[in-house]
């Protein structure tokens, strides 16, 4: 490993990484661990896949928990702050431009088509890291055998991603522990600092929600902090175990959005940097909107996203002192390596769903009898989007070109097709 950088050498690693970031967990940890662990080596291998282990764990986007561990363990709190951050807010930033212009005109198909060029690279990225972690994390053929039966039960069977995390583990517990050898490391953190942590991110999170019940005289304020607070803590599993409750609540139970709305807003997180669940930023600024115009839009925008992520830090920064203590117990840590194997599936089924989604414009769920399987429409092909990756794969895996590069090159190509078009 090389020695910690500074503040500001790490600091510029991650706003590259947050403007990077696109195409959802798999290509956001795809990304962190070209630069950090393969490029920088800032991180070791097993120091990234037990941070990424104990994320996966954790309600909220395991992705920005992920670099704000790691900005946590390069630069202490302020790397984590800076890291997590940095992770969050390009997206945000975009989002909320994009939800501006959605707002008072509709659609905008220039920009869908910009991105495409960018998650056609994507794909490669994707496919590049779910190779390099699967050797990594696959030690044995039990690891091999669990990421398979994961990939099988999520894509195949849909069944839930906790339940799946959750047998692995105790798969992991009972029988990994003499498969593998670890080194013991000493617990040093005392309990009370982790408490005086706890205390200051549980005042840190609440103040602003105490803030717009006791002096805003706009009931959506209140009703958007809450619900969206509620959702932080029950998001195990990343944006996608969740989307499909937020949906169902926002369009049908509150009645903020319309079905087509919610599509378009998820649409617009796909295809910005940032983790998938910024969508609830755009579902905070429209219901909001359609209820007292544009600056309270914006208020309930920012508020979203506070009570949103500010939870990821606190799970982050009272429980990161722990994970290496974690990994060192021989049952603890054949469970974390169970969960690694796992998420190798999740990650390869992620993977799966996303290609699909760029290379096909319309794609199907198909049923048989207990089997889920997502069918794409040949007919509706998206050769641009396959030519366009073709091109990113000759560019990084056989010309070792940087990424930047490449996205800026796609993104170009994709939207100058458009405009032709």
Same mark, same amino acid.
């Given at each position: ?108 198909? &220039? ?38 039966t994961a990939f099988i039960s999520i894509f ?23 498969k593998i050898n670890v080194k013991q490391v ?220 490449? &996205? ?6 994709? &939207? &100058? ?5």
């Amino acid at each position: 490993m090389q020695s910690n950088p500074t503040l500001r050498q790490s600091t510029a690693t991650w706003c590259k990484i947050g403007l990077l970031s696109f195409g959802g967990p798999a290509a956001q940890i795809a990304l962190m661990h070209r630069e950090i662990v393969e490029n920088k080596k800032w991180l070791s291998e097993d120091q990234f896949l037990n941070a990424l282990n104990f994320c996966m764990l954790l309600p909220g986007p395991e992705a920005m928990q992920l670099a704000t561990y790691s900005g946590w363990r390069i630069n202490g709190t302020l790397g984590g702050l800076i890291a997590g951050l940095l992770f969050v807010l390009p997206g945000a930033f975009l989002i909320t431009l994009l939800a501006v212009i959605y707002a008072f005109f509709g659609d905008v198909p &220039l920009i869908n088509s910009l991105f495409l060029g960018v998650k056609a690279t994507v794909v490669v990225i994707v496919i590049q890291a779910l190779l390099k972690v699967s050797k990594k994390a696959l030690k044995t053929h039990y690891h091999t055998s669990i990421a398979v039966t994961a990939f099988i039960s999520i894509f195949f069977f849909n069944l839930p991603y906790p339940f799946i995390i959750f047998v692995s583990a105790f798969f992991g517990y009972l029988i990994l522990p003499n498969k593998i050898n670890v080194k013991q490391v000493q617990q040093s953190q005392p309990l009370t600092k982790t408490l005086k942590t706890i205390l200051a991110w549980l005042v840190v999170w609440w103040i602003p929600i105490l803030l717009v019940y006791l002096i805003s005289d706009q009931k959506i304020l209140t009703e958007i902090t809450i619900f969206f607070s509620k959702l932080a803590v029950v998001t195990f599993g990343g944006a996608y175990a969740v989307l499909s409750y937020m949906a169902q609540d926002v369009v049908i139970t509150k009645d903020w959005l319309t079905a087509g709305q919610m599509m378009d807003g998820l649409g617009l997180a796909e295809t910005t940097p940032g983790p998938l669940i910024l969508v609830t930023e755009f579902v905070g600024f429209l219901a909001a909107f359609q209820e007292g115009g544009i600056k309270l839009a914006l208020i309930a925008g920012f508020l979203t996203l506070w009570v949103t992520f500010i939870p990821c830090f606190l799970w982050i920064f009272a429980g990161a002192p722990y994970i290496d203590w974690i990994s060192s117990q021989p049952r603890l840590h054949g469970a974390l390596s169970a969960i690694t194997a796992a998420v190798v599936g999740v990650i390869l089924n992620l993977s799966i769903w996303f290609m699909l989604h760029v290379f096909f414009e319309k794609i199907s769920d198909v049923q048989f009898g207990p089997i889920n399987l997502l069918w794409p429409n040949f007919s509706y092909i998206n050769v641009p989007a396959i030519f366009l990756t073709s091109i990113s794969i000759w560019l990084i895996i056989k010309l070792k070109w940087n990424i930047a590069s490449v &996205l800026l090159i796609n993104a170009s190509l994709a &939207l &100058l097709q458009s405009l032709i078009n």
